[in-house]
């Protein structure tokens, strides 16, 4: 196995420079509802500005700070990370110019945040031990046009970080980004990375979801019978299968509850992938590829998803589905459901325009 060490801390200072004053005002960024996602509002407001908006930005991901949930951070795609100390109500930008994928923040030291994207033609993490206020880069990818899509952290060791990238590469750190080593090769660009239950979960865009019970080691398919035609651990054919994969939700709690979204819709396992059933979601004919994914902290009965720009959300587990529409002018991306009240809910935006 091929070995990557690295250890870079240049200094690139990505400090905030605000929204840029000519973005179209767009439907779009970030909508937030107080009533379980019967209205939606939108949450775009510059704490700084009085013109600059999060409207007209690619939203990737939403999330809260582990010690206050008054205090979100939301990265995009085009216009770098931003946080609210106010349950959203205004934005400030704390890390400008990077192409921002995926963030981690270490629930022991909420100072320390990892921010995986891309820049200046490759992939790239930066890190913070200051709360945003300076950023060092940790890792930078040798390969161009090679994001870092996804990162994620071990809650029970903070030091050791697993990101992947759209190659498919899966890289490890044990010193909190001061080197690096391939953990892995998919071969297959990675869209989501988590750390939970002690497991490493890596979702592959066509290959499906596989878990680690290790330190990025020795992967099993666990989405085998939705990713393939053919399925040797069950010896059965499967006439549905699926192209693409978004994102995953794997539960803290009951981790063989699992749910994913695709090209083909939202499927749900209950037994950590051995089965999967499709969700019956109300969407018309011609419209089927789900996004968002989330359940509440508070009770897994209650779950959004969102097809385009529609969000449905589930207070039976996915028995029924309620219908939300939203104004908005690209789809659904991500939805982040408040800790302690399920009825407030975020929910962010990627332009198709």
């Known amino acids: 196995m091929k070995t990557k ?14 929204c840029n004053p000519f ?21 775009n407001k510059i704490a700084t500005s009085n013109t600059a908006s999060l409207a007209g930005l690619n939203i990737a991901k939403l999330m809260f700070s582990p010690q206050n949930r008054e205090t979100l951070f939301v ?17 400030k930008n704390i890390l400008s110019k990077i192409y921002v994928y995926d963030f981690v923040i270490n629930s022991n030291d909420v100072n320390v945040m990892y921010v995986a994207g891309f820049f200046a033609d490759h992939g790239r993490v930066l890190k913070t031990t200051d709360g945003g206020a300076s950023w060092n880069q940790v890792y930078n990818e040798e390969s161009a046009a090679n994001a870092v899509r996804a990162i994620a952290i071990n809650p029970g060791n903070p030091n050791q970080l697993v990101l992947g990238t759209t190659s498919g590469s899966v890289i490890k750190s044990t010193d909190g980004g001061l080197s690096w080593q391939l953990a892995h090769n998919f071969g297959d660009r990675i869209n989501r990375v988590l750390w939970q239950n002690g497991n490493v979960y ?42 693409s994969f ?18 083909k819709g939202l499927y749900k396992t209950i037994d950590e992938g051995q089965t999967w059933q499709k969700q019956n979601l109300p969407v018309k004919p011609d419209a089927s590829d789900a996004k968002a994914i989330a359940i509440a902290p508070s009770s897994s009965n ?4 969102s097809v385009g720009a529609t969000i449905y959300k589930s207070t039976d587990a996915g028995q029924t589905w309620q219908t939300q529409s939203t ?11 408040d800790p302690q009240l399920p009825q407030i809910v975020y929910a962010g935006i990627y332009l198709t325009q």
């Open 5 to 18: 060490k690295y250890s870079i801390l240049i200094a690139l200072i990505f400090l905030a420079t605000g």
């Open 23 to 43: 973005v179209k005002t767009l439907p779009a960024g970030v909508l937030k509802s107080v009533n379980g996602g019967a209205d939606w509002q939108f949450s």
């Open 75 to 91: 990265g995009s795609y085009t216009g770098g990370l931003f946080k609210s100390t106010d349950s959203g109500n205004s934005w």
């Open 202 to 243: 890596v979702l592959n865009k066509t290959k499906g979801l596989f878990k680690s019970s290790g330190f990025a080691d020795n992967f099993v398919d666990i989405t085998e019978t939705l990713s393939k035609t053919f399925s040797l651990k069950n010896m059965s054919y499967n006439s549905d299968t699926l192209d």
């Open 246 to 263: 978004a994102q995953v939700f794997v539960d803290t709690s009951a981790p063989a509850l699992i749910y994913i979204t695709s090209n």
């Open 302 to 305: 209650i779950v959004f998803t």
């Open 327 to 337: 104004t908005s002018g690209g789809f659904i991306n991500y939805i982040l459901i």
